[in-house]
């Protein structure tokens, strides 16, 4: 269904979540800024902007600075939308689209314009955003009550949101596949990079986070962003973790590749394995921490049948050894933002749910409900500091170090999908990119 059949009950459900909050909160009117442009210190040159996540939840404008929103319950929403007199940039173009007859749009020529649009009493607003949005007094105030309510209901995804998180999907998995015949023809990390973006239409400041294109060891770096401008002698292993953006919503997709058909492409299978099996544990009533700590299980299971492991799953797990090569979390909640917001709310009036003993890195611990889109990232990976760190600890007789040496010089696995959780069983949006590409 086209995204302007979805957006009207989309923007309901956001007016009943604002009406609940502002009385929550003890507030009369939401105020959302867009966010401002930020300047470097002691120089002219801006930082890339990015837009407030409380505002593009509202409408697929990512890049109007300056503008406003305020919804009042029983009102329509008011968009103040800044479209300055300028010849140095390019102004934002005039709103338009299926989005725009739902709201009041008050078109101002400069930032200080705006406030005369803002409602008259600033104490009754609940105004989220950055401190340097503050326009008079109306200054950001984020309370947290407000917030809470929010953020926490944001994890339910409505129809319209999970449609354009399919694009962005689709958007990447293009890009994916770009990026990966640039690869098998030999390109650097930095020619497989512009690759990507040039087969997403998309710039480093228009993708949802930094891309991480590794060749060989540098897979082993789980957030590795440096890209050597020139190829290496010989390439092992390929390792992408990249996404691409739709009006305000994200993809974050990970696959792993090996150049041969060899002991490292066989471990890569085994992985791609697993993962779909815990991509197909994302249901409603189910604890997602379970889900991170059966990884750990599965993925000592596949070290243990590859020979890297002396010592069986259940032990390794146990012993603190799977965390060597896995030591991240399993995933996390993706929308408006890759990292997605009120991982760990025990409610929608705060408070925490705590992570499991031993697993820091974890980034979400509800229990997943339809409408939740989450990630889910298993990975193998041979970090030296981490296997020091197992000798270290008296644990070196778990593991066989010959047959880790076989497998350093390619980094590591990962292999990333974005899974929405509904009624039944769970939709895969980046396998069904893929298999739609």
């Known amino acids: 269904m086209p995204a302007a059949a ?3 009950e989309h923007l309901a459900t956001l007016l009943a979540r604002t009406e609940e909050a502002l009385v929550r909160g003890g507030f009369d009117h939401l105020v959302v800024p867009s966010g401002t442009l930020h300047y470097q210190a002691f120089d002219d040159r801006d930082y890339p902007y990015a837009v407030n996540p409380q505002f593009k939840a509202w409408l697929p404008v990512t890049k109007a600075p300056g503008s406003w929103l305020v919804v009042t319950p029983g009102q329509r929403p008011t968009l103040v939308f800044l479209q ?9 173009e005039a709103p338009g689209g299926y989005w725009a007859g739902h709201f009041d749009i008050v078109v101002v020529r400069d930032a200080a314009e705006a406030a005369r649009h803002l409602p008259a009493d600033p104490a009754r607003c609940a105004i989220l955003g950055e401190p340097q949005s503050a326009l008079g007094d109306h200054v950001p105030n984020n309370p947290p009550a407000v917030i809470a309510y929010l953020e926490y209901h944001r994890a339910f995804k409505t129809p319209y949101e999970v449609a354009m998180m399919h694009e962005a999907s689709r958007i990447g998995v293009r890009a994916h596949r770009a990026a ?5 023809a030999g390109a650097s990390e930095f020619g497989i990079h512009l690759a990507y973006c040039q087969a997403a239409g998309q ?5 949802p986070y930094g891309n991480i ?7 082993a770096v789980l957030h590795y962003t440096d890209r050597d401008r020139v190829p290496p002698k010989v390439a092992r292993s390929f390792l992408i973790d990249a996404g691409a953006s739709f009006g305000g919503y994200a993809s974050d997709i990970t696959r ?17 394995a697993a993962q779909l099996r815990m991509c197909d544990a994302v249901r409603a009533g189910t604890d997602y921490r379970r889900i991170h700590l059966d990884a750990h299980l599965a993925l000592a299971g596949i070290l243990r049948d590859a020979g890297i492991l002396r010592i069986d799953a259940a032990d ?16 996390h909640g993706i929308g408006l933002q890759v990292h997605d917001v009120a991982g760990f709310a025990a409610s929608d009036a705060g408070g925490t749910i705590a992570k499991p003993d031993g697993h820091p890195y974890l980034r979400l611990t509800r229990t997943l409900e339809p409408g939740m889109v989450v990630t889910i990232e298993p990975g193998l990976y041979f970090i030296d500091m981490l296997l020091d760190e197992l000798q270290a600890k008296g644990l070196g007789d778990t593991v066989d170090w010959d ?14 999908d974005d899974v929405v959780c509904t009624d039944g069983a769970p939709l895969n949006l980046t396998r069904e990119a893929f298999s739609a590409a």
């Open 256 to 272: 792993t590749y090996s150049a041969a058909d060899d002991d490292f492409a066989a471990l890569v299978a085994a992985v791609d």
């Open 203 to 207: 710039d480093a400041n228009d993708l």
């Open 316 to 331: 390794a797990v146990a012993r603190g050894v799977s965390s060597a090569f896995f030591p991240h979390g399993i995933g």
């Open 213 to 219: 294109v590794c060749l060989n060891e540098h897979a």
């Open 403 to 416: 047959r880790v040496a076989t497998f350093k010089p390619y980094g590591g696995i990962r292999i990333e």
């Open 84 to 92: 300055p007199h300028d010849y140095w940039h390019v102004v934002p």
């Open 6 to 8: 979805l957006y009207p």
């Open 180 to 184: 990966e015949r640039a690869f098998r």
